[in-house]
């Protein structure tokens, strides 16, 4: 019963709010409750740019411009949305009567739910191994992985789900590794992640609830269980350091359990899910656009910025939202204190004040990078400059080893709307190219 209860107040109330929305044409609600949005975002997106900068709408409002969403990022005026805190009275004690233990993503700790001082200690803590420089020294890592899998992809005749044995594997390898992940739990990782990737949604079926919060409490499990195993034996590893930081004196650095948990929780999750969406992606868009492929097989120079325009093109995180702390101007209206603002990240890339030709793929677009696919201000990616790695170094790996690769079906995909990517992608690998050539 309690289960059923949080469910009722966290996702039920909104659920049924946003499919009446929906049918009215509440730009929110469709974003939560419309299945043709989910199928497709991109009419709708611009079906909003044409109502103007920032849209109106019951339970919000709603931005697909650059400029607007760049400001409400970087703005001190405006704050992440932790969960539950925008609901009615009533269902806000509800939902904190019936929350149990349970760490989620969207709730503090969790650096998605929190903002200064607490925010610049925790990010402190991890921030080290996602400098440029380190992710650098990783490259030679995510070579030699991707390698090992692409041998193993090699040896594969027929259809091949390149989600499964491939976007999903190098991401979730390389973040083990920096987390010193044993490799028998990785495919228990992989199995909470999918679990508990539309834990990031809202007005989730209470059968979407449920398998949510059997991922995350697995997960959860696990998580504590690998901690006290690291604090036994520690190694080089950033888990291991967290560890050694949280029983610190020095009151910068100290984290209590809970914190220790959703911190290094987040770090591995975050550190392989939008990745294997923008590996997912790549290969998708690049299978439907063979003259660009034929552009980097000229030119793979260009690999970097190909990944950029990948994620311009279709953002693995499609959108976010702030809470306005004081009452503020944002695009000429007034955000009263306690209003909310949902940021499209995705339509903010598409943006055509900022891009040329938004919706054509090129991998050659010379100011790509300006997307928001990473977000902006202090809650920026933290692991944008390993996620970019890994894509260029997966995504060029990939098509020099299969060149005449092309798909094999249609593929499926994923159930989320906060994330976007594929849950299957077959394609046909075709001969190999020979390392030994």
Same mark, same amino acid.
């Given at each position: 019963?309690? *289960?059923r209860?949080? &469910?009722l107040?966290?996702?039920?109330f909104?659920?049924?709010v946003a499919?009446?929305g929906a049918? %009215? ?8 409750a ?6 497709d975002?991109i #009419?709708?997106?611009e079906?909003?740019?044409? %109502?103007g900068?920032l849209?109106r709408?019951r ?9 607007v969403a760049?400001?409400v990022?970087?703005?001190?005026d ?5 969960l539950? /805190?925008?609901?009615?009275a009533p269902?806000?004690w509800?939902?904190?009567r019936t929350?149990?233990n349970?760490l989620h993503p969207l709730?503090?700790p ?6 200064p001082p607490?925010h610049t200690?925790y990010r402190?803590?991890?921030?080290a191994?996602?400098?440029?420089r380190a992710?650098?020294?990783?490259r030679e890592?995510v070579e030699?992985?991707a390698?090992?899998?692409l041998? =193993?992809l090699?040896?594969?005749?027929g259809v091949?789900d390149?989600?499964?044995?491939y976007?999903?594997?190098l991401p979730?390898?390389?973040?083990s590794d ?6 028998h ?5 992989? =199995?909470?992640?999918e679990?508990?990737?539309?834990a990031?949604?809202?007005g989730?079926?209470w059968?979407q609830?449920?398998?949510v919060?059997?991922?995350l409490?697995g997960f959860n499990? &696990?998580?504590?269980?690998?901690l006290?195993?690291?604090r036994?034996t #520690? ?10 930081a949280s029983?610190?004196d ?5 984290l209590?359990?809970?914190e220790?948990q ?5 770090v591995?999750?975050?550190g392989f899910?939008?990745?294997v969406?923008l590996?997912?992606?790549g290969?998708?868009?690049?299978l439907?656009? #063979?003259?660009?492929?034929q552009?980097?097989?000229r030119?793979? =120079?260009s &690999?970097?910025?190909?990944?950029e325009?990948?994620l311009?093109?279709e953002?693995?995180v =499609?959108l976010?939202a702030r809470?306005?702390?004081n ?9 009263r204190?306690?209003?909310?603002v949902?940021?499209c990240?995705?339509a903010a890339?598409?943006?055509?004040a900022v891009?040329?030709d938004?919706?054509?793929?090129d991998?050659?677009?010379?100011n790509?990078? %300006?997307?928001?696919?990473?977000s902006a201000g ?5 692991g944008?400059?390993l996620?970019?790695? *890994? ?5 060029? /790996?990939f098509? *020099?080893r ?5 798909p094999?079906?249609?593929g499926?995909?994923?159930e989320t709307?906060v994330?976007?990517? &594929?849950s299957?992608?077959?394609v046909?690998l075709?001969?190999?190219w020979?390392?030994?050539?």
């Amino acid at each position: 019963m309690r *289960e059923r209860l949080h &469910w009722l107040a966290m996702h039920g109330f909104i659920r049924g709010v946003a499919a009446v929305g929906a049918r %009215r044409g509440d730009p929110q609600a469709r974003l939560v409750a419309d299945p043709a949005v989910k199928a497709d975002p991109i #009419p709708f997106y611009e079906e909003l740019r044409s %109502r103007g900068p920032l849209v109106r709408g019951r339970l919000s409002y709603v931005t697909v411009d650059h400029a607007v969403a760049s400001e409400v990022l970087r703005s001190d005026d405006f704050r992440v949305l932790m969960l539950g /805190a925008n609901l009615p009275a009533p269902l806000r004690w509800l939902e904190r009567r019936t929350r149990g233990n349970l760490l989620h993503p969207l709730r503090p700790p969790s650096l998605l739910a929190v903002e200064p001082p607490d925010h610049t200690r925790y990010r402190k803590t991890v921030s080290a191994v996602f400098t440029p420089r380190a992710v650098a020294a990783l490259r030679e890592r995510v070579e030699h992985t991707a390698t090992g899998l692409l041998d =193993q992809l090699a040896g594969q005749s027929g259809v091949v789900d390149v989600v499964d044995h491939y976007c999903s594997q190098l991401p979730v390898a390389i973040i083990s590794d920096i987390l010193g992940v044993p490799d028998h739990d990785r495919g228990e990782i992989l =199995q909470f992640g999918e679990l508990a990737a539309p834990a990031l949604d809202v007005g989730l079926s209470w059968r979407q609830f449920r398998r949510v919060q059997r991922g995350l409490a697995g997960f959860n499990l &696990w998580l504590a269980g690998h901690l006290r195993q690291l604090r036994r034996t #520690p190694g080089e590893d950033l888990m291991s350091q967290l560890i050694v930081a949280s029983e610190t004196d020095s009151a910068e650095r100290h984290l209590d359990e809970t914190e220790l948990q959703a911190i290094a929780g987040l770090v591995l999750a975050a550190g392989f899910e939008t990745t294997v969406n923008l590996l997912g992606n790549g290969i998708r868009i690049l299978l439907d656009a #063979p003259e660009q492929l034929q552009v980097l097989q000229r030119r793979p =120079q260009s &690999w970097a910025g190909a990944v950029e325009e990948i994620l311009r093109l279709e953002s693995p995180v =499609q959108l976010t939202a702030r809470v306005a702390l004081n009452d503020v101007e944002l695009a000429g209206r007034l955000i009263r204190r306690g209003e909310l603002v949902v940021v499209c990240l995705a339509a903010a890339n598409r943006d055509p004040a900022v891009f040329d030709d938004p919706h054509r793929f090129d991998v050659e677009r010379v100011n790509a990078n %300006r997307h928001l696919a990473f977000s902006a201000g202090r809650h920026f990616c933290l692991g944008a400059a390993l996620a970019r790695v *890994e894509g260029e170094v997966g995504l060029r /790996a990939f098509f *020099e080893r299969f060149p005449d690769v092309r798909p094999a079906g249609a593929g499926s995909r994923r159930e989320t709307r906060v994330l976007r990517g &594929w849950s299957t992608l077959p394609v046909l690998l075709g001969p190999a190219w020979s390392m030994a050539t």
